[in-house]
């Protein structure tokens, strides 16, 4: 019954290596976000989607590229990983009206060596 | 600064004792959101916030907001270990529902 699921839950790589984060809600929501918490537990917010369509592009590099396949997926594909990619990642979703209130997933540690 | 400041950034109580968070806004607040964090683990929603003067309650816990002063708090009443966790509040400050959270408090509710 997890409405807002992430996998993997942990992620461990080299510098340089491409990798995808796997978002998916089970809520019926039309809107998807990713957030990164950094090491000093700071939550930001990186993208968010609505019916597929990028809302939000928070000064994020041009190394992470969100790609939602459909309504209920949010996937995060990060090229050429640094070190300072070095997070913990959520993917959130809510249903259209602004006002309601954003669902988060488990999050996925990400560690870059 | 930060946009979104929280105090305290630590907080050990002893069980059954009241306590409260703040959380203060730089920008204007088109919502304010508590969730609660515990370690390793996703976010889990409690309240949000949206009018001055609003006030929203769940088992022990009680938020409020000051729109005018762009503030809101977050009291437990009678705490209990299991209310132990990270309370992080989370703005909307532009109304495109991209959250600014703050750094969080850490809640230690010793028995």
């Known amino acids: 019954d997890t409405a807002v699921s992430q996998t993997p839950k942990y992620l461990v790589t080299q510098m340089g290596n491409d990798k995808s984060i796997k978002c998916e809600q089970n809520?019926?929501?039309?809107?998807m976000y990713w957030y990164k918490q950094d090491s000093k537990k700071f939550l930001k917010i990186m993208f968010s989607y609505n019916n597929k369509e990028l809302i939000i592009n928070e000064t994020v590099p041009n190394r992470f590229s969100p790609k939602s396949p459909d309504k209920a997926h949010l996937n995060l594909h990060i090229n050429s990983l640094e070190l300072g990619d070095s997070a913990v990642y959520f993917c959130?979703?809510?249903?259209?009206?602004?006002?309601?209130?954003?669902?988060f997933g488990p999050g996925t540690r990400l560690t870059v060596l | 600064s930060q946009e979104l400041e929280q105090s305290p950034q630590s907080l050990i109580v002893q069980e059954g004792k009241n306590l409260t968070i703040n959380c203060t806004s730089s920008?204007?607040?088109?919502?304010l959101y508590w969730y609660k964090q515990k370690y390793g683990e996703g976010l889990i929603f409690l309240m949000m916030?949206?009018?001055?003067?609003e006030e929203k309650s769940h088992e022990k816990i009680t938020a409020k907001l000051d729109e005018k002063k762009q503030q809101s708090s977050l009291h437990i009443t009678a705490s209990q270990p299991s209310h132990a966790g990270i309370y992080l509040c989370g703005a909307d400050n532009t109304g495109r529902r991209a959250l600014t959270f703050g750094s969080g408090t850490r809640l230690q509710v010793q028995p």
């Open positions: 809520l019926g929501h039309d809107t």
């Open positions: 916030l949206q009018k001055g003067g």
């Open positions: 920008k204007t607040l088109y919502g």
């Open positions: 959130a979703s809510s249903q259209g009206d602004y006002s309601d209130t954003q669902y």
